[in-house]
């Protein structure tokens, strides 16, 4: 195991320290992370998860961000006392209500600018990704879940193994311990609704209010990625999981 990461602190609510992968530490972090893909697939495929270094404003960063990057490199981050954020992350409690925390995402340097990955949403076997999400869904049951209503699952609470299935080269399944929560608000009757306040896991409370800044995009079945964009807005229609988007940044919060 390599030693400690020290990446700077960018924000810091209620004892929650938020980080980009940046600094010093950034390249070995990404030498690393470029080494787990290899003992997992013995080559690096093309686009899988694919991060890079970049200077951003005179600091080496870490770009990139995407489900398959965030599990891999959580693999890592959770050896050294970090993980990805979750969609309770990035809210905060204010007046009884849980509200979008812009400030955090100001304090990152992320609102307007990134996109943040959040996991995956299971609605069932059929649909996007069946191949993928028929495995997942075997897991989930055997764990006492079921797909009545959407099941959101975070990219830390998820690993990513080779496969030998013809529509690609990798499968999902269950980390230790996962995560899984079970999210109504993000059935596919809800798609583009407006939201501002969220419940306490961070999803929406619906308002259909004209001045509702934010909105939601579901899918009908299957396996989707789950994000945050530049907007606020929560986005869990994404059917290519392997994919890296170059807009986007690893946020991370200690679990020390």
Known sequence: ??????????????????????????????????????????????????????????????????????????????????????????????????????SLLE???????YCLDLGVFLR?????????ADKLVDQVEERGF????????PSYSLEVIRSDLEVGCLELELGKNPRIVKAPELAHENNLKYFETTDRRGFPRFNNKDESTRRIF?????????????????????????ESNNNGRLVLVNIK
């Open 218 to 242: 579901t899918e009908e079945g299957g396996l989707t990625a789950f994000s945050l964009n530049e907007n606020g807005d929560l986005d869990s229609s994404i059917e290519y999981l392997s």
């Open 1 to 102: 195991m390599s030693s400690s990461y020290n990446f700077p602190v960018r924000a810091e609510i209620k004892g929650k320290k938020y980080s980009f992968i940046e600094g010093p530490d950034a390249p070995r972090f990404l030498e690393e992370y470029n080494s787990v893909i290899m003992d997992t697939f013995e080559y690096i495929p093309n686009e899988l998860g694919k991060l890079s270094i970049e200077d951003v404003d005179r600091v080496p960063t870490v770009v990139g961000c995407g489900l398959v990057s965030s599990v891999f490199a959580n693999r890592i981050l959770k050896i050294h006392g970090h993980r990805t954020v979750d969609i309770s992350d990035i809210h905060k409690k204010l007046e009884g209500e849980n509200i979008f925390d812009y």
């Open 107 to 113: 304090a990152l340097g992320v609102k307007g600018v």
């Open 146 to 153: 079921n797909l009545e209503v959407p099941l959101y699952i």
């Open 124 to 132: 069932s076997r059929d649909g996007s990704n069946s191949d993928l």
